[in-house]
């Protein structure tokens, strides 16, 4: 049994994980929409934000993704939980060029915050990343 996602403004934890993984770059634009087909497959249409079905054409500046979701979800982040999401990006990507801190300080974040790994992988089992 899948849980359902929490993706009301009263309970953003899912797509706020998500939309900051889009925004730090942890994801593509592609790994975001199956994430949001994914989405749509394995819950009732019915009970799905309506937003979530305007995102799947979504292709603008990733600044507007607020404007469509309709508020500014919140993914239950600290800071350092934070970085360790852009230590994933590291591991996935390479060097970023506009990061708010240093790769080194990344990877270490992820070190320290497995459960951001854990989380990701949860998220997007679709994308195989290492430990």
């Known amino acids: 049994m899948v849980n359902r996602p929490r993706l ?3 309970d953003s934890y899912d797509i706020g994980f998500v939309k900051s993984s889009l ?3 942890a994801i593509t634009r592609d790994e975001f929409q199956e994430w949001l087909y994914k989405t ?3 819950n009732d249409v019915n009970e799905l934000p309506s937003y979530i079905f305007n995102l799947i054409d979504f292709n603008d500046f990733l600044f507007k993704i607020v404007d469509i979701i309709g508020f500014s979800p919140n993914p239950g982040l600290t800071d350092y939980e934070y970085d360790a999401i852009y230590g994933i990006t590291i591991k996935r990507f390479g060097n970023l060029f506009d990061m708010p801190i240093s790769k080194k300080a990344a990877l ?3 070190d320290q915050h497995p459960s951001i ?5 949860e998220t ?3 994308i195989k990343i290492e430990d």
């Open 117 to 121: 790994l854990k989380r990701f992988k």
């Open 8 to 10: 009301t403004k009263e």
């Open 108 to 110: 270490k974040a992820l």
């Open 23 to 25: 925004i730090i770059g």
């Open 124 to 126: 997007f089992p679709f």
């Open 40 to 42: 749509i497959k394995e």
